[in-house]
């Protein structure tokens, strides 16, 4: 371990003989001595579980919030963002796989030292940033949430706020514990095959679905994004399932986000067909979901937010950023009806 900072984990308990359970996510990893967890960055160091990436951000800039992509909160405004190191799920075709799948036992101590920041620091970067929030992001935010939670309760004290980008792998005591700082997540539904989940990314589809529905009992803004992929996940009865369960148990105003595939890491397949997105994008208005946008290819038509009831233009926007927010605190200017809880 040397040359690596540690910093005691929450969420564990003992195992047998040497052994610890980490209760972060759903794994619930039993690592053995000096033994790291699935994600690489929580290990059990004489019987303690740390976590190695405790202050470890490798970025921190602004975005557009329309980045992360939360198109319903606080549109226009720029957000923090902070990145670390690894993830809890080995996706086959992810798209950060420079950082979520890096190894963080061969970061030198130089490297840590570098890139280390204690939670006043990192707040104090947000606040001069001039930034209104903070985003967790690019690698999973799950597996650094006492970092997270820490440094957005400093965050948050100041009025401004914090978002989580997320697989939604995670169990729901963190969840519980960091919702009083946390304002709105994207979820990433991988898809709604249980097949899927197992073959591609090693993990399961029920905790994603129970973090979505938790995070809405909690009052935390949701939007769900699925990266269309194709012939993997693309199949439109599928879709159709994925799109009622959001309607049923997240309700029918919450955002999703249809994100076209490129191929990266271990998946050759070849980029997504624009008109598979447009079949998806379909399917969700036909099933009764409100605001459905597309990401990552160019189609202005499901870039701007439309009133759900009159269907004019409210917020109209260019890739990545607002052009014209004509929303009138959160509700359409044509007809008055509430779009936007969150502006
Ligand atoms: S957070 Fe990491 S160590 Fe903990 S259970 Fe999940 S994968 Fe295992």
Excluded at 211 to 230: P, S, W, Y
Excluded at 289 to 307: A, P, Q, R, T, W
Aim: aromatic residues 10%; hydrophobic residues 35%.
């Amino acid at each position: 371990m040397e040359g690596v900072l540690l910093t005691t984990a929450d969420y564990w308990e003992k195992a047998t003989g040497d052994r610890v359970k980490c209760l972060l996510c759903p794994h619930e990893c039993t690592i053995g001595l000096d033994k790291k967890g699935i994600c690489g960055v929580r290990t059990n160091y004489k019987g303690v579980l740390y976590s190695l990436t405790y202050g470890l951000a490798v970025s921190g800039h602004a975005d557009p919030i329309e980045k992360k992509p939360l198109y319903h909160f606080h549109p226009g405004t720029d957000v923090y963002s902070f990145g670390s190191l690894g993830c809890n799920l080995k996706c086959s075709f992810c798209q950060n796989w420079s950082i979520s799948q890096k190894d963080v036992p061969a970061v030198d101590e130089m490297f840590i030292s570098r890139y280390r920041r204690e939670p006043k620091e990192a707040a104090q970067e947000v606040f001069d940033s001039g930034c209104a929030g903070v985003a967790w992001t690019y690698n999973e935010p799950t597996i650094w949430m006492e970092f997270a939670r820490d440094t957005s309760k400093i965050v948050k004290s100041k009025g401004l706020y914090s978002v989580f980008v997320t697989n939604g792998f995670m169990n729901p005591r963190p969840l519980k514990d960091i919702a009083p700082y946390l304002d709105a997540m994207n979820v990433d539904v991988k898809s709604f095959s249980k097949g899927f989940y197992h073959d591609l990314c090693k993990a399961k589809l029920e905790p994603v679905k129970r973090t979505c529905e938790l995070a809405v009992k909690l009052g935390i803004h949701l939007e769900i994004t699925t990266l269309v992929i194709t012939d993997t996940n693309d199949n439109m009865e599928e879709i159709k399932k994925l799109c009622e369960w959001v309607r049923d148990s997240l309700g029918p105003s919450t955002v999703m986000h249809f994100s076209r595939y490129h191929p990266d890491y271990k998946f050759t397949k070849p980029p997504t067909p624009p008109k598979t997105l447009h079949k998806a994008a379909k399917m969700a208005k036909k099933v009764g979901l409100d605001h459905v946008y597309i990401g990552n290819m160019y189609d202005e038509k499901f870039l701007h937010s439309y009133c759900q009831k009159c269907k004019k233009v409210v917020v109209e926007r260019g890739p990545m950023h607002v052009r014209d927010n004509r929303l009138k605190k959160g509700k359409c200017p044509h007809c008055g009806s509430s779009v936007m809880k969150k502006y």
